[in-house]
């Protein structure tokens, strides 16, 4: 079975549950609930086949189960979310990009406006839907809509046709529901009655001059407030005073009132309502700026005396609105993206940039726990031509470990989808990077290239590079660690500063003894000290090079008695206990090598490297020659470490380009290939289409990471491709479980060997459907995958045999037999040919 993990858990704002005993957090297709006295994951809620886009808790005394949510598939389903149950579902047809209801909003205890009895039996839906492909012409791509979730059909009208609006917000009391579009915010007054066309609904705008991203509103729905690009934020005072005052009508109907939109300009309204521009229903207008970006939330509190906002310098600021001073809560870890608030009105959660979501206590000014999920991949600079860690794994634990945008690693559970620690690298707090309109958020100047561990787990070593500025300063830190307990703690044993970048860093599997590889050599390290008690620091025993040749893949054996490393385009094989050279193998790619394997229970290495002309080649070291190769844009290896068999996420190209004679592949797109191949065949055993997996990577499991332990066993989501023809069946009971993480942190794990998977599709959490061009493509490269037969006794000899030479020109030329033994069988056998042909 698979099991999916790792979504991203601040792409839409948090929801409490009613009792204030839950947080619901729209992880990409999913609904995770967790819990907020633990901040431990309960369950989750399987159903949806795109991702979700809101989740609206049902706010009744007798329901605290149950909320509704809306996705990207064009559904409304509404949940009990203690049982993971679909009680249910609503077919819009359209895909649904933000979603209210204000009439399970909770009532002020004083209010008697509407009755919470009519609320429940009809309730309406504020929906932001984007356009059908007939009106993709327009100017506009997204509708606003009312549904009756009762009656699961669309009320007539709508409310406005926009170009890619904010996200709906209704004010907690559900009299109001706003929307920020551009330099203006739209208000609808949600009608009391039946509602039996959305014209019917009453509107105003409130202007601005710069581009508004926020809107909220307080308990008592006269104030509004808005946060643009800018970091400014205005409040306005008595909104609708005017527009909104009208009576219903007989039979439910509001009054429709004569709006007229003008521009916005100065006019006498000035005069009497400070601050507010044009024609705007507002009594007053009050601005407040301490953000130097963007606003990125903002949430009045229940009483209405304070006001919350948080953006990208990762500061949640407490405005106090009667003085107009503020509070700060610093250091927070990132960027602030939402808030939502509690039951307990002391208590919020913010969603964080890194995927985190913390529970704030404003009044104690803490932090009381946090939910932390996989962060964000590092932004790799494209000066820096290095083949970069994207995962590994910590043997002892056998947690994935991850390099973070902080300078960080982080230590993550895949089996229980739970964060275990992180480990600072390089000690570095969160700045706010300056951002203008013209340019994007610069690069972290530092981070973690590459992290290796020694096979008991005791030892680990990273590399964190630092990009120059302005030609000054830069290179690579290397630095050797000590686990000296059972928990995942490290101190620094042995810092070294090398001046060129650091390509490759591997761990002898038996011996505490590493290599790195760098401009134009490699280095073998170990420790001082002859037993581990004594070790006191690492120095480096020796060093080797070829050529001159850059050095950017290194690889042990499985017993460890070869070393190979990459230089350019060949491969060196050497001894690691003398630092002697052994063989140089040579092949037809032109193409640097990038990445180097031993595949366990074989003769055979993998070599591998990536680009326009990337090339896949699997050499069989009893014989030292190619035991087949073919062009592939490799992105990460993985071998099996019970099997011989290998896994490569291979890039699909987009288009292929036509220079003369060359023809080179442009790797624009996204779409990837998982394909686990046996040392026999270049056909693989079978692929899996993978949508954002470039930038990803694979990595295999043993057997006892395998028992997951994810709160609801859910089946497989329907959704990407695979394929499996006349897969070859092991009899071993050993397995591995194969790890696919894309570039968006989601990661899959399931049995690559496992029969279940023949018919049945594979996709990453966001349930996101490939189309079948992606597998066509594939096998337009490599052909249709077949059952890799294995060659017959003799069938490699009785092939080189027909050539009298045999394998003597294969290899470099300094291991070339002398012209003299080759020179007369090489010219017999060209007679021989022409003799045959007459």
Known sequence: MVRLGGASLVERAPVFSTDGKRLLLCTASTISVYSVATGLLITQLHGHTAP????????????????????????????????????????????????????????????????????????????????????????????????????????????????????????PAGGLVGLPDGFKIWVWKVPTGSLENARHIQELLLHHTAKLLQVTF????????????????????????????SRTEKGGKEKKSQIVHEHPTTNSATTTCPGVRGSDDAAALTKYHWHSREVQFLIFSSDGVYLLSGGLEGVLVIWQLETGKCQFLPRLGGPLVSIAASPNPSLYAIACLDNAVKFVNIGTLSIERSIQGIKPPVPFPKNVKLHSLRASIEPHERKMVLPTQNISLQFYDTANDQHVGELQVVPRNYLSEGKSKNRTAQLPSTFVSHVAFSADGTSMATVDIGIPEQGIGGGACLKFWDRPSQ??????????????EIAALVFHPR??????????????????????????????????????????????SFDGTILAVGAAELITLWNPSTNEMIRVLASSSSAYISLLAFVNHSNCLVAASSGSRGHLTVWDLSTLTVSWDCSMHV??????????NFAVLAALPYTIKNEGWKSIALFINKDSVVALFGVDSPSPTRYWSLRDGIGGTILFFPESVACLALPSAQPAPEAAETKNDNAETDADSTKSTLVILTRSREFALLNPYDEEYEHKPLTTKGGQVPDTNVLSAFSSMYGKAVTPKKPAAGLLSAVTSKAPWGSLLEGPSHVLPPLTRICIPFMESLLQKQRGQS
């Open 52 to 171: 979700v886009t809101s989740a609206v808790v049902v706010q009744a005394a007798t329901v605290v189960t149950h909320v509704w949510t809306s996705s990207l598939d064009g559904t409304i389903r509404l949940w009990d979310f203690t049982t993971g149950v679909i009680l249910t579902t609503v077919h819009v047809g359209l895909p649904i990009l933000s979603m209210v209801i204000p009439d399970l909003c909770t009532l002020p205890a004083s209010s008697a406006v509407k009755s919470s009895g009519s609320k429940l039996k009809n309730p309406v839906a504020f929906l932001s839907v984007h356009s059908t492909k007939k009106e993709q012409n327009c100017d506009w791509n997204t509708r606003i809509i009312c549904f009756n979730l009762t009656s699961r059909k669309p009320i007539p009208g709508h409310l406005a046709k926009l170009r890619s609006p904010g996200n709906l917000v209704v004010s």
């Open 635 to 644: 992105e990460a290896l993985a071998v099996d470490p019970v099997r011989p």
């Open 218 to 245: 307080d308990a008592t729905e006269t104030r509004v407030a808005g946060g643009d690009e800018n970091g400014r934020i205005l409040i306005w005072e008595n909104v609708g005073e005017h527009k909104f005052s």
């Open 487 to 500: 928990q995942l703690q490290y101190s620094v044993n042995t810092q070294v500063d090398e001046l060129h």
């Open 511 to 556: 011996e505490l003894l590493a290599v790195t590889c760098s401009h134009s050599d490699f280095k073998v390290w170990v420790p001082t000290g002859t037993r581990r008690n004594n070790r006191t620091s690492w120095r480096c025993r020796s060093v080797g090079s070829y050529r001159q040749k850059p050095m950017l893949a290194a690889g042990f």
